[in-house]
């Protein structure tokens, strides 16, 4: 049984791009219902709590530095079986990989630079939400 809600974030090259809405009228198109947006930032210790999981990888400091380096937009969507479409929607980590139509083959530069981020697991999705949304459960 898989649960309806995932965790995104759009990142500082998206939002610096000026992606944002066509992001999430992307998001919306394919089914998916907001149930939570929130324009914030992270701080380093933020991104780092956030990509702890890749702590021992040789890209983290960039990473943390990229996740950091401007505003992000961070939501909560609704759609049944919500954390495997949304990972097709967004496509591959490396743009290059993605396939045509997802996000991050519109919208990504790099493998790093890669515009989204969405949940990959209802677990994850639960831990990731509540990172950014107090009292998720509230609704
Ligand atoms: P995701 O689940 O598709 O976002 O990919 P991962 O969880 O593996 O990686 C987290 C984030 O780290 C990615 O979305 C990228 O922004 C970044 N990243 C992943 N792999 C690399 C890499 O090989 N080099 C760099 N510079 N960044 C990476």
């Known amino acids: ?60 400091n960039s990473l943390v530095e990229f996740m950091s380096s401007g505003p992000i937009v961070a939501a909560i969507l609704e759609k049944e079986n919500a954390v495997e479409d949304f990972r097709k929607l967004i496509g591959a980590t490396n743009p290059a990989d993605a396939a045509d139509g997802t996000i991050r083959k519109l919208f990504a530069a790099s493998i790093q630079y890669n515009a989204v981020h969405g949940s990959d697991s209802d677990e994850n999705a639960m831990i990731e939400a509540n990172f950014f949304f107090n009292q998720f459960d509230r609704h």
Request: aromatic share 14%; glycine share 6%; no cysteine.
């Open 1 to 60: 049984m898989t649960g309806n809600t995932t965790f995104t974030m759009i990142k500082p090259d998206a939002f610096e791009a000026g992606n944002t809405g066509l992001i999430l009228n992307k998001i919306i198109e394919n089914g998916f219902k907001i149930k939570a947006l929130r324009l914030t930032y992270l701080r380093k210790d933020n991104a780092e709590a956030f990509y702890a999981v890749h702590k021992d990888r040789p890209f983290f």
